[in-house]
């Protein structure tokens, strides 16, 4: 893993060899741009790093670049709104992503974590505080809640995805999903949850004639069949149906908050794209939630500071697959 130092002056990182030869392919950083290793303090050219030896691809010529900083990486802001069917959106970026690094994931989340602990934990805690305060609502808490999920996790992406390319947040930020997009964003949440339910009601209505069957019977004293292997098999298989687009459908909120999409073109971008790495991106999820739950380790109150890992081994993921270098701006640092 390795730091960039911007024509500003500022840290971006920390990111993968990879990803620092296609800023370099990008024209967004050339052979004398500033990088240090993990763990290490010195700052080195690109060009003179052993593990760039004869490897990195000669990059085009740098335009609009500030003589007096010499900027030699661009910065790492949002990428452009995307345009297009579902389908095409999204056959753009599987043919631009590359194949998904679950380890690297969690590795920049965890480096992520380290640099910026306190901010990233203050304002997880902070949305999952307003959140449960909204819950206890009669009545309206529930409706809230439903209705304003996806609002609050934009805002959160919002935050963790300026923290990861090096750009400027405040706390007040992670309620950014109100004022930037707060309409697509509650659409997207109760279509998630609409959809969520129709696909699941197939498979679990042999489950509500069974608990119908039981309430009889308690009734007239008997007791009914215990469930068969037809039902045992109908709601594994939606388990695995339900698993299938919650993996899916990961990407949907920061699609519409970071790439402008709307509800629908999101959920069905998100799920086209996870889809052809599925089992890689379910894999980042799951090691994600295992080193969150570490935090159990620490008394119950640990997790909080762990949720932090979770969330940015998913955004890695998204970063990977949903922004990846040929969709980024090569803008230079001002």
């Known amino acids: 893993m390795f730091t960039i130092l911007g024509g500003d002056g500022k840290e971006y990182g920390p990111v993968t060899?990879?990803?620092?030869?296609?800023?370099?392919?990008?024209?967004?950083?050339?052979?004398?741009?500033?990088?240090?290793?993990?763990?290490?303090?010195?700052?080195?050219?690109?060009?003179?790093?052993?593990?760039?030896?004869?490897?990195?691809?000669?990059?085009?010529?740098?335009?609009?670049?500030?003589?007096?900083?010499?900027?030699?990486?661009?910065?790492?802001?949002?990428?452009?709104?995307?345009?297009?069917?579902p389908q095409e959106i999204a056959s753009r970026l599987i043919a631009n992503a590359g194949t998904l690094d679950v380890f690297s994931c969690v590795a920049r989340s965890f480096e992520l974590w380290k640099s910026n602990f306190l901010p990233l934990v203050g304002v997880t805690l902070l949305l999952?505080?307003?959140?449960?305060?909204?819950?206890?609502?009669?009545?309206?808490?529930?409706?809230?809640?439903?209705?304003?999920?996806?609002?609050?996790?934009?805002?959160?992406?919002?935050?963790?995805?300026?923290?990861?390319?090096?750009?400027?947040?405040?706390?007040?930020?992670?309620?950014?999903?109100?004022?930037?997009?707060?309409?697509?964003l509650l659409l997207a949440s109760l279509l998630t949850t609409a959809l969520t339910i129709a696909v699941m009601i197939p498979f679990f209505a042999p489950w509500g004639v069974y608990i119908f069957n039981l309430m009889l019977h308690s009734e007239t004293g008997g007791m009914p069949a215990m469930p068969g292997?037809?039902?045992?098999?109908?709601?594994?298989?939606?388990?695995?149906?339900?698993?299938?687009?919650?993996v899916?459908?990961?990407?949907?909120?920061?699609?519409?908050?970071?790439?402008?999409?709307?509800?629908?073109?999101?959920?069905?971008?998100?799920r086209r794209v996870v889809t052809r790495q599925w089992f890689r991106v379910f894999c980042a999820m799951l090691l994600g939630i295992?080193?969150?739950?570490?935090?159990?380790?620490?008394?119950?109150?640990?997790?909080?500071?762990?949720?932090?890992?979770?969330?940015?081994?998913?955004?890695?993921?998204y970063e990977d697959l949903c922004t990846p270098p040929d969709e980024s701006p090569a803008q230079p640092i001002s």
């Open 17 to 85: 060899l990879e990803q620092i030869r296609s800023w370099i392919a990008a024209g967004r950083a050339n052979l004398d741009t500033k990088t240090k290793a993990a763990g290490s303090e010195e700052w080195r050219r690109i060009g003179d790093l052993v593990e760039f030896g004869g490897s990195i691809p000669t990059p085009p010529p740098l335009t609009n670049v500030t003589p007096a900083t010499g900027a030699t990486i661009a910065t790492l802001s949002a990428p452009a709104r995307l345009s297009g069917s």
């Open 128 to 184: 999952i505080l307003v959140q449960m305060a909204l819950g206890m609502i009669p009545f309206l808490g529930a409706i809230a809640g439903m209705c304003l999920g996806g609002v609050f996790h934009g805002g959160l992406y919002y935050y963790y995805l300026g923290k990861m390319r090096g750009e400027h947040r405040e706390v007040g930020d992670v309620f950014a999903g109100f004022s930037k997009a707060f309409v697509p």
């Open 229 to 246: 292997p037809f039902l045992l098999l109908v709601s594994f298989v939606g388990f695995l149906v339900l698993m299938y687009f919650s």
């Open 248 to 270: 899916s459908w990961s990407f949907t909120f920061a699609l519409v908050m970071d790439r402008k999409l709307g509800p629908w073109t999101a959920l069905e971008v998100s």
């Open 290 to 317: 295992i080193v969150t739950m570490l935090g159990l380790f620490g008394l119950f109150i640990g997790i909080f500071l762990t949720i932090p890992l979770m969330i940015g081994t998913i955004l890695y993921a």
